[in-house]
């Protein structure tokens, strides 16, 4: 198992259970020292997934819910269909993100949910507030979508792919990504 599969792992695990998870617990079932989880703990919350540490074990701070990052590539005029997709199955755009090949990583927090903030926002972007960060990178970017379930991810997934806005990537292109995650760049 590499580090970035145990991390993911480990991150699995905590959601999964009903009861907090002991660190001793973790290491066990990833044949690793306590060590090594107290260290992956920390780069997992750099990541962003909110991990509190109890006197019982570990424990997700969030609802039930799952997100999955997505890399995509549409035209302006694709945007309301591609995020009106998304939410209309169920699911929340948490953000966009790019990989600049100078800047690196560049980020921003959308929280769009439902159609009407799909509206605001598609609005904001024709009166001219601001240009999507997609267009820097010729159209392809990321998006972290949550929710309630993984059967929601699936769907959406599919309807992306349908659609022609899924770009397909290979595992050594998602761990990239998730390593940046992990280490914040």
Known sequence: MTKMERRR?????????REP???KELARLCDVSRQVIVQDMALIREAGIDIIATNRGYIVNTPHAVQRVF?????DEQMEDELCAIVDL????VNVMINHRVYGRMEARLDINSRKKVTEFIENI???KSSPLKNITSNYHYHTVEAEN???LNGIEDVLREKGYLVEETKKQRDRLFIGEIRGS
């Open 71 to 75: 890399k995509v590539s549409h035209t």
């Open 21 to 23: 998870v002991p660190a």
């Open 9 to 17: 792992e480990i991150v699995r695990i905590i959601r999964e259970s």
């Open 90 to 93: 169920g699911g929340k755009v």
């Open 150 to 152: 993984e059967e929601i």
């Open 126 to 128: 024709r009166l001219g």
